[in-house]
């Protein structure tokens, strides 16, 4: 079926997709594998049940994912232990091409997650949900086993948030909204109509995965969103509905150093697609205020805005999964 239109045309509920078997019987019929990533750092408290929730359900009940694997920063608490002992294949980055050196940030373990793993179509959730359940994967790779147009799928939710009232139904995504959605609306407004750009559950295709550069930091979801967007435009993408995320919220000095990792990537990205001209260098390091007494304090703070190029152009990789660089 060939799929028309602007993206909420291809937004759809993951109730869409819960015939688990089902997507068994194309995932067969096709010929595909898929893999699980979870990219961690201390998520000892979340971590456990993550996996051995999807692993139940999709790999000895269903038999839809092939492996789960955890990409672990050098956690300080038992993460990787745990992670093993639920049955995930568990690496350390710093580990796994070593000869190109290693990076502190979630883009940096996503990008390596694409040498160890295996599958044709890559999923990838983040490993702090409370709430976790099924869903968080049959519905992102529903979209890619239905329709072979499809190359990229996003999740959306309600975020709720803690507050010192308690609960509030929704809130989070505060990032998207005082910032990558006004960029977004200026200068790609296609691109606005994604609910959650920098929601940390998607999948891919690997064939189109690999040919994407990564940004080791924050940036990694909006250079992927851009890169994608110029490269095949927005009938690749497809974003579901995963109704409520719970998770631990981000302080506004951490959601700060985002918006900046974030910002550094658009500006990297609009002057490589020739729509935006830097007139000067921009500053290397996050200033932040802090109170000391009576004084106020610049702190510094660097975030990583190194670039990991496109899997493809790796050797090893090359090597590993024996086919040619070209489409």
């Not at 997507?23 to 201390?42: E, H, R």
């Not at 709430?131 to 049959?138: H, R």
């Not at 506004?252 to 974030?262: D, N, P, V």
Request: aromatic share 10%; hydrophobic share 35%.
């Amino acid at each position: 079926m060939e799929l028309q239109g602007n993206l909420l045309e291809r937004t759809w509920h993951h109730s869409r997709f819960q015939d688990v078997a089902h997507l068994v019987t194309l995932k067969q019929k096709k010929g595909l594998s898929i893999s699980l990533a979870f990219p961690t750092l201390n998520e000892e408290a979340t971590i456990g049940k993550e996996i051995l929730v999807i692993k139940t359900e999709l790999m000895d009940r269903y038999p839809l994912l092939d492996e789960i694997v955890v990409i672990d920063s050098s956690s300080q608490d038992k993460t990787r232990e745990i992670a093993q002992r639920f049955g995930a294949r568990v690496y350390e980055s710093k580990t796994i091409l070593t000869s190109y050196g290693s990076y502190k940030g979630k883009g940096e373990n996503l990008w390596k997650s694409l040498y160890v793993l295996k599958g044709d179509i890559i999923v990838w959730v983040d490993a702090d949900i409370s709430n976790i359940s099924p869903k968080f994967v049959y519905a992102l790779v529903g979209p890619l086993l239905e329709y072979d147009s499809i190359g990229y799928v996003k999740a959306f939710y309600e975020r709720p948030m803690q507050s010192a009232k308690g609960i509030m139904p929704s809130g989070g995504g505060r990032v998207t909204e005082i910032l990558v959605r006004p960029l977004f609306s200026l200068y790609y407004p296609e691109l606005a109509y994604f609910i959650q750009p920098l929601s940390g559950e998607y999948a891919g295709r690997r064939t189109i995965l690999e040919r994407l550069s990564f940004s080791v930091g924050y940036g990694v979801e909006l250079g992927h969103l851009l890169d994608l967007y110029h490269e095949y435009g927005m009938g690749i993408f497809a974003q579901v509905d995963l109704d409520i995320r719970v998770h631990r919220n981000q302080s506004t000095e951490a959601l700060g150093k985002m918006a900046y990792g974030i910002l550094r990537t658009f500006f990297n990205r609009a002057q490589r697609y020739g729509e935006a001209q830097i007139l000067r260098d921009l500053h290397p390091y996050h200033l932040t205020l802090q109170v000391e007494g009576d004084q106020h304090r610049i702190q510094r703070h660097e975030i990583p805005a190194t670039e990991r190029p496109p899997m493809i152009e790796i050797p090893e990789y090359q090597n590993r999964f024996k086919r040619e660089s070209n489409p």
